[in-house]
T-cell receptor, first 111, second 113 residues
Framework: GEDVEQSLFLSVREGDSSVINCTYTDSSSTYLYWYKQEPGAGLQLLTYIFSNMDMKQDQRLTVLLNKKDKHLSLRIADTQTGDSAIYFCAESGTGRRALTFGSGTRLQVQP | EADIYQTPRYLVIGTGKKITLECSQTMGHDKMYWYQQDPGMELHLIHYSYGVNSTEKGDLSSESTVSRIRTEHFPLTLESARPSHTSQYLC????????????FGNGTRLTVT
């Protein structure tokens, strides 16, 4: 079955870059997503990448995909205190009824 | 901008009460979902719907039930709440394609005393 793994916690200083990593098991994954959850809120879609792409950049966010190793990462440049949140990796595939989510990485940004 | 609304945001209720968590979306999405989020952050799919009059149970067994009489509305009901039902409940919707991203509401935090 599908499985998505993430590390639980990451702490960085304000202004540094953050890199949040994710691994998945299903080689038939077609899209991979990053969601952000702030305290007391639902999940907000940040960005996504199609499985035939290696990289996608969107302002401060860079997504890297290594399909061979089934590894996805989200890099946040110039991390701000407002970036403190839980970040979820998710993947989808043909025939699936819903996205498969990782367990989330809590990003703490220290001033 | 996604328009999906959940009410109430917070609910504290006694054991044995019947409750309904509301979820509505204005995007005309066919697919809707309910996730339960435990304190360890992990999301568990408990119900989903492909469209009107279509509902299926998710990956995590749940004593709750859902209905989909209208496209925009996907309420979740607990006939008799128990402390073990205390959790955050997140509703989401998406377009029909398999790879369509999910749009989430802000959630309902339920506490059963």
């Amino acid at each position: 079955g599908e499985d998505v793994e993430q590390s639980l916690f990451l702490s960085v200083r304000e202004g540094d870059s953050s890199v949040i990593n994710c691994t998945y098991t299903d080689s038939s994954s077609t899209y991979l997503y990053w969601y952000k959850q702030e305290p007391g809120a639902g999940l907000q879609l940040l960005t996504y990448i199609f499985s035939n792409m290696d990289m996608k950049q969107d302002q401060r966010l860079t997504v890297l995909l290594n399909k061979k190793d089934k590894h996805l990462s989200l890099r946040i440049a110039d991390t701000q205190t407002g970036d403190s949140a839980i970040y979820f990796c998710a993947e989808s595939g043909t025939g699936r009824r819903a996205l498969t989510f990782g367990s989330g990485t809590r990003l703490q940004v220290q001033p | 901008e996604a328009d999906i609304y959940q009410t109430p945001r917070y609910l504290v209720i006694g054991t044995g009460k019947k409750i309904t968590l509301e979820c509505s979306q204005t995007m005309g999405h066919d697919k809707m979902y309910w996730y339960q989020q435990d304190p360890g952050m992990e999301l568990h799919l408990i119900h989903y719907s492909y469209g009107v009059n279509s509902t299926e149970k998710g990956d995590l067994s749940s004593e709750s039930t859902v209905s989909r009489i209208r496209t925009e509305h996907f309420p979740l009901t607990l006939e008799s709440a128990r402390p073990s039902h205390t959790s955050q409940y997140l509703c989401a919707s998406s377009e029909s394609g398999y790879n369509s991203p999910l749009h989430f509401g802000n959630g309902t935090r339920l506490t059963v005393t």
